[in-house]
């Protein structure tokens, strides 16, 4: 009798937990959260608490990545039109009675805690589009695209008012994804591209005339138009608006072929890399271990890059495959950014390095993106065919 009422060991009980998980992915996941608790621990020893938090905000992620891997695909679509309704309509409260900080009204106060609606708009976007083209799969129209396109513009317009272009780009990029997998034509994609490429080259050749002081662009505010000038011509203020991106290509080029050597970056510890631990850790990391450090941490994304992309292929449904594929490519985007915005290619904008960089709503998104990721090919592991 005692043996039947005997409880199953531990082991057993957290099975179900795990089952039908990709290993691989899971694999490469871990290895860049690892790789992300090294370099804190090399660039941000001497910040008090920081390496102890960071550690903390990935078990966290790893716990959310954990509860929302259990929630079937089914589940996850009747939860996109909710969360992004509830999405949207705090964006419109920010508008309304948002908190502002630093000049920007970001920031919605609940009583309890504070929190930046847009974060949520990061996951309730691709879910909002993937579920919209699973319900248009087999009678699609080019209605459908406008009615995704309408659905995106939305949270990106109530984004881009507060002003936050960062995350506003991060949201557009993660609903592009969706509606490029939902079968956009090339011939409505090549268009944009070509007047993006006339736009940057025609910012190029005037850049002297545009970025002179007291010109104003109109149609953006007068802090991003700084981030584009700087990005052109940071000697033009090496003390103040170029500062961060000269000290930043310094660092990584002071780094060579193989790094000044764990903890031992002077760029990095005598504070001349700006936000060292957060938007330019990858700056303090080029310094310390070289450009050969710089390539493994550059593999290690593309390898979970490419198995996230796998895992997004076999997916079982439309849904899961629109889904898991724009979420491992807004991964792609926040890496691309955040490294070339410290290595003087992009503008400096407030994205995070993916699984390194240190900040707790980042790495909660980022757990809650590899959750449903996991959900996606978990069910097409558990229930076959």
Known sequence: MAAVLQKPPLRARLAPLVRGYDGQFLLAAAVLALLGQFIMVSVAYDIPGRVADHARNLLIAVVVMVVVAQVP?????????????????????????????????????????????SELMKIAMPLML??????????????????????LALP??????????????????????????AGLPWRLIVPPLLLGVGGIVVLVVMEPQWCAPGVDWVVLHEYQRQRVCTLLDPTRDPLGKGFHILQGLIAIGSGGLWGKGFQSGTQT??????????????????????????????GAYAYFIARGLLLASEASTLFGRLLAGALI?????????????????????????????????????????????????????????
Do not use: C
Not at 104 to 110: E, G, M, S, V
Not at 270 to 295: H, N, Q, W, Y
């Open 269 to 298: 510890h005598l504070d001349f890399v700006p936000e060292r631990s957060t938007d330019f850790i990858f700056a303090a990391f080029a310094e310390e271990f070289g450009f050969v450090g710089v390539l493994a941490l550059l």
């Open 73 to 117: 695909p089914q589940r996850l679509q009747s939860l996109a039109v909710p969360t992004y309704v509830v999405g949207v309509v705090l964006l419109v409260a920010v508008e309304l009675i948002g908190v502002t900080r630093k000049g920007a009204q970001r920031w919605l106060d609940l009583g309890v805690i504070t929190i930046q609606p």
């Open 156 to 181: 990106v317009g109530l984004i881009l008012l507060q002003p936050d272009l960062g995350t506003a780009l991060l949201v557009l990029a993660s609903g592009l994804f969706v509606i490029y997998f």
């Open 329 to 385: 490519l807004v991964q792609f985007v926040y890496a691309f950014v955040n490294i070339g915005m410290v290595s003087g290619i992009l503008p400096v904008v407030g994205v995070p390095l993916p699984f390194v960089s240190y900040g707790g709503t980042a790495m909660v998104t980022l757990g809650a993106s590899l959750g449903l990721m996991l959900s996606v090919g978990r069910y097409k592991r558990l229930i076959p065919g």
């Open 130 to 151: 993937a579920w919209w083209f699973q319900r248009r799969e087999g009678r699609l129209a080019p209605v459908d695209f406008v009615v995704a396109g309408a659905l």
